[in-house]
């Protein structure tokens, strides 16, 4: 038995889309339809994707491969020691640099001797070279690390048969599975638009009334010959 394929969450997304034009394309805009047949259709999923399961394949395989070739992004590396360097030596080494000159200077205003002065001069200089040999070793290494992080760069023509493939399996999905069914689906109505079914009338119960018209009724004899009206006075 084929096992059924595990649909991702873009595959839901463009299941709900291929139905979404099924039915404009069978149904005007706003009837009252169209819910009851996007509730049908997403329960009989499973058969409708069976319509275009060789595309889907054919989708997922390359969409597998795209997936396999792009390494996982290295989230919440922390730098290195190389890194945190590159970027201190440069400003501690030129921070110390600005001070021993400003050294130099005052010594130099304040003392007529040039001893101490030249030699805070010398000392600035010397951090200065440090700040910019930093500077540099840092922008190397910062190149360098970026360049190790920096994502590969996928290959057009992939990128362009996984666009593709799945364009084909929506098409498949849309003409070989949702408008079948829906049009099987449409032409019955729903349960409770039917007209009722018909009831023969049911008879009268076995009772009538009493037959004043019967040859045993008649109404009181008053022309008899036994029937007194009463003497007259």
Not at 70 to 88: F, K
Not at 182 to 187: Q, R, Y
Not at 201 to 227: I, M, N, V
Request: proline fraction near 9%.
């Amino acid at each position: 038995m084929e096992e059924r394929p595990r649909l991702t969450q873009q595959d839901l997304a463009d299941f709900e889309y291929a139905v979404g034009q099924a039915l404009a394309r069978l149904l005007p805009s706003g009837d009252p339809a169209a819910a009851r047949l996007r509730v049908l259709a997403r329960a009989a999923r499973a058969g409708i994707l069976a319509a275009a399961a060789e595309e889907y394949r054919e989708y997922a395989r390359l969409r597998a491969a795209a997936a396999a070739r792009v390494p996982a992004p290295a989230v919440g590396r922390s730098p290195g020691w190389a890194d945190v360097l590159a970027v201190i030596v440069p400003i501690v080494a030129g921070g110390t640099a600005g001070v021993l000159f400003l050294l130099s200077l005052l010594f130099s205003a304040v003392d007529g001797s040039s001893g101490p002065g030249d030699a805070l001069a010398t000392a600035s200089l010397d951090a200065l070279l440090v700040a910019v040999a930093g500077a540099a070793t840092g922008a190397v290494v910062l190149a360098v690390t970026a360049a190790r992080r920096r994502p590969p760069v996928q290959d057009t023509a992939d990128g362009d048969r996984l666009v593709e493939a799945r364009l084909r399996w929506r098409t498949a999905l849309l003409e070989g599975g949702l408008l079948p069914f829906l049009l099987d689906h449409l032409a019955d109505p729903p349960p409770g638009s039917r007209a009722p079914a018909f009831r023969p009338r049911l008879p009268s119960p076995d009772f009538t009334g009493p037959d004043y018209s019967s040859p045993d009724f008649s109404g009181p004899d008053y022309t008899g010959p036994g029937f007194d009206t009463g003497t007259r006075r």
